[in-house]
Each structure stands twice: as structure tokens, then as C-alpha cells.
């Protein structure tokens, strides 16, 4: 398994170009499974997540090919309803593929996703909402078994704004006939480009940005060609990996507007930048981070997925900070292996209050999830020493090419195998 070797104390300085979203791309590329058409989608990250969902399309029966960041999607015979466990396994958003299957063959077996390391995860919003379009959903041999005799439009209120119940029940709804309308929806920007993709492919979604989403389903959906919005998790990652390291960074291509909450944040612990159309550039200073409090919550709140790079800026600040998650159950793997870096944290429930230090120092670490894994790499960048971290195919699940980007900036990144390169 691949590790990473980080020297600490370069300084950062140069360009970040911003990858396509991987959270909009996984819906999109599960869109395909709508129609027959050809579907083609550009600016596709290369990222394990999307070649397990390549795979996932290529399992169900589609022809996939994927080139210079396009995925390009035709059919290829008759489609599968059914997934096998391996591949769901090894990615929740597999699940994803329900809604489009249940609304084209009226039943669909799909492996029920077990908990992950962040936490339980169930997916009863997802299986509520499919109930109310008509289906009837039984779990058999650890898979869930959706199926309907005709599926029907329905007013759906979700007792939480999930992300992936949302995708999941706009892309069935977009297939049935018939005006849909779900209430408390997530607001998070890759909904926009899920909704923008079915509009493309004849369905009609109305969005009233307060959380109700009116989709007017059409008996059939057509091909589309898309290009993925920016992915705002990266872009956020390096902007807070350049605020943490003092480094002087142009973020680029990147939506800011999409970050405002982590922005403001920013500002008000004390690093300067400025703030473009599609860029932003962190820029560096001297005096101490001011602490700040984050609560994290649905959009337009401050995202889960960057509370560990957050948590990572804030054991470097002035004082005492705190961070409350309230997403997921179990998100704070990173603060132990911070604290081997030398950070003072402590984790109470959904609480971690953090003591900021002058320096952390390099430690061999494990990353044990996606966002946490880049919180060790931040964390190892602005450390004294060298930093070894384990298990990079946490961060290679959500990040394109982490060291080739901040290696061009100025870092220190070595990713080596041990169990293949000789040191
Ligand atoms: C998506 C993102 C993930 C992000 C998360 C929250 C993708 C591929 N992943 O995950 O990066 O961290 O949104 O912003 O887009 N829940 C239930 N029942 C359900 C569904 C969810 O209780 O049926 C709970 C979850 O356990 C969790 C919370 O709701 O505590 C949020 O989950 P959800 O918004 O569904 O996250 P995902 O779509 O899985």
C-alpha cells in the first residue's frame, strides 16, 4: 500500500488548478443509467471513487470509457439490476445506482451498505422516499430489494437534507411521469449539477432554494454532454493547506462562492486574501491565527468534509479553538494521530477542543479517511521533520494527483510503496 513521505517547511508558493467535483461527478456518472443515449461527461477527475463507479456502470452492462478527464457512456445490450457486494463495499455512493434502476426496470437488488469508519450511515431516508414513489423495499440476505408495479409521483419530505438521498430520489423521480416534489432537500451545489443534468436530459427540475425541489418526470430521458462543476472540497483543502503552512497560493478555477462560510472563516482568523470570479489567493503573514469555533452542518454551513483540514489550520492558531461535529457520529480519527504531530486535542462526543501549538513536528501517521488523510497531509507540510503517512488510498479515493499539485507549489512529497520500492 502506498505511503506518503512529507518533508515539513517548504514554503508553498505558486498555482492549485481545481479539479472537477468529484460528490457532483458520482450522481452524474449514476445519471447515465437513465437512458440509452450516449452520455458524455468532461472534466472527471481521476480519482479511485470514479474508477470504482466506472466499474460499478460497467458491472450493471454499460460501455465506459474515460480519456483526458471525459468519461464517455453508450449502452451495450440490456442493462443488470443488480450489484455485486464487492463493488458496494468499497464505496457508500455505489447505493446511488437504486434510484435510476428502480425507476427504469420497476425493481432493483442492490447490497445494503454497511457503516463506514465515519459512522453508521443508513440509508432509511433513501428507502423511505422509494416508498413513497410507490416501491416496496425489503432487505433479504444483507441486500436491498426495491420493487413496484408502477411507480408514481409523490410529495416526499425528508426528515434530514441528506446528500445522497436527494440525488438518489431526484434521479428515479426524473423518470416517473409526473410532478414530484421533495421538501427539506440538501442544498449542497452539487445538487445544481445534478438537476442541471437531468434538465439536459429532458426532465425538469425546479429549484426554490430553500430546500423544495419540484421535478416533472418524463416517461423517457435522453443523452446529454455535461462538464463537472468544481470540485469545492478540494478547493477548500488547499486553501486552507496554504493558510496553514503561511504559504503564498493562488487557488484557481475554483467557485468561491461555494466556499463563503470557510472564507469568512478564514478572514476572521487572520489570513489575508483575495477573492476572484474563479480564483482565490491566500496570501502570507505573520501575526498569530486568531481561534475561531466551527459547528459544521448541511450547506451553505460549514462542510464535514473540511472540519479535519480545519482542525489541522487550528492546532497551529493562538489560543483555544473548538469544533463540533454534527454531521457524522464518528469524524475525528485525525485528532490522535495530529496529537503523535505534536497537536493538543481533546475529543469529548461530537466536541474536539483544540490547543494551539507553535510547531508540529513529523510523525508516522495513518490517514483512516479521505478528509482526515489530507488533515495528516496539511499537517506534515507544515511540521518539523519528515512525516510518514500510511494508507494513502484514503486521500487518493477523493483527491487528483495530491502530490504532483503540491509538489509544483513548492512541497516535498514523496509516495512511495514499501512493500515494492526499495529506500
Ligand atoms: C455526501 C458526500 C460526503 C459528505 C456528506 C455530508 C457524496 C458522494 N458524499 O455523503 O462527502 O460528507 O454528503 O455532506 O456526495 N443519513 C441517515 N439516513 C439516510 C441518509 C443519511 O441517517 O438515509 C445521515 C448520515 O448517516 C449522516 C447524515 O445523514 O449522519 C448526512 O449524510 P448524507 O448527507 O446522506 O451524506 P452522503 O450523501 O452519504
Known amino acids: 500500500m502506498d505511503r506518503f513521505l512529507v518533508e515539513g517547511g517548504h514554503k508553498l508558493k505558486g498555482t492549485v488548478k481545481i479539479s472537477g467535483s468529484k460528490n457532483a461527478c458520482l450522481p452524474i456518472l449514476v445519471a447515465s443509467l437513465l437512458t440509452d443515449d450516449k452520455f458524455v461527461l468532461h472534466r472527471v477527475p481521476n480519482l479511485r471513487d470514479v474508477r470504482t463507479t466506472l466499474k460499478i456502470l460497467t458491472a450493471l452492462g454499460k460501455k465506459v470509457s474515460y480519456e483526458n478527464g471525459t468519461v464517455t457512456i453508450c449502452a451495450d445490450g440490456k442493462l443488470k439490476n443488480t450489484l455485486p457486494y464487492e463493488l458496494v463495499k468499497q464505496m457508500r455512493a455505489s447505493f ?6 428502480l425507476a427504469r426496470f420497476k425493481s432493483a437488488e442492490i447490497p445494503l451498505p454497511g457503516g463506514c469508519a465515519l459512522g453508521a450511515r443508513p440509508v432509511d431516508i433513501h428507502l423511505k422516499g422509494f416508498e413513497r414513489l410507490g416501491a416496496t423495499c425489503k432487505t433479504e440476505r444483507g441486500n436491498v430489494i426495491l420493487s413496484a408495479k408502477e411507480l408514481r409521483p409523490a410529495k416526499i419530505t425528508l426528515r434530514f437534507p441528506s446528500v445522497g438521498a436527494t440525488q438518489n430520489l431526484m434521479m428515479c423521480a426524473a423518470l416517473i411521469p409526473g410532478e414530484t416534489v421533495l421538501e427539506n432537500v440538501a442544498k449542497e451545489p452539487e445538487i445544481d449539477d445534478v438537476s442541471a443534468v437531468l434538465c439536459e436530459m429532458g426532465a425538469e427540475v425546479f429549484n426554490d ?5 419540484i421535478i416533472r418526470g418524463k416517461k423517457q430521458l435522453h443523452g446529454t454532454e455535461h462538464t463537472v462543476v468544481a470540485d469545492r472540497i478540494e478547493s477548500g483543502s488547499y486553501m486552507l493547506a496554504a493558510a496553514a503552512a503561511r504559504g503564498d497560493v493562488r487557488v484557481e478555477n475554483c467557485v468561491p462562492e461555494h466556499n463563503s462560510i470557510l472564507l469568512d472563516l478564514l478572514q476572521e482568523a487572520g489570513v489575508p486574501l483575495e477573492i476572484g470570479v474563479d480564483f482565490v489567493h491566500i496570501k502570507p503573514y505573520d501575526s498569530p491565527l486568531k481561534p475561531q469555533r466551527i ?5 451553505p454551513g460549514f462542510a464535514t468534509d473540511l472540519q479535519a483540514p480545519w482542525m489541522t489550520l487550528m492546532t497551529l492558531a493562538g489560543g483555544a479553538s473548538e469544533v463540533d461535529e454534527d454531521i457524522f457520529e464518528n469524524r475525528f480519527m485525525h485528532a490522535p494521530e495530529l496529537v503523535r504531530m505534536g497537536a493538543e486535542i481533546l475529543t ?4 474536539a477542543r483544540i490547543n494551539g501549538v507553535k510547531q508540529l513536528s513529523g510523525a508516522h501517521v495513518m490517514a483512516s479517511d479521505l478528509r482526515g488523510g489530507f488533515a495528516l497531509l496539511m499537517a506534515g507540510l507544515c511540521a518539523s521533520g519528515t512525516t510518514e503517512i500510511e494508507r494513502v488510498y484514503h486521500i487518493d479515493r477523493g483527491y487528483e494527483n495530491p502530490e504532483g499539485k503540491l509538489n509544483a507549489i513548492g512541497a516535498k512529497i514523496t509516495r512511495y510503496n514499501p512493500d515494492k520500492d526499495d529506500f
Open 348 to 351: 469529548e462526543k461530537s466536541i
Open 209 to 213: 432554494g430553500k430546500g423544495r425541489l
Open 96 to 101: 446511488w445506482v437504486a434510484g435510476p434502476l
Open 295 to 299: 459547528k459544521t452542518a448541511p450547506y
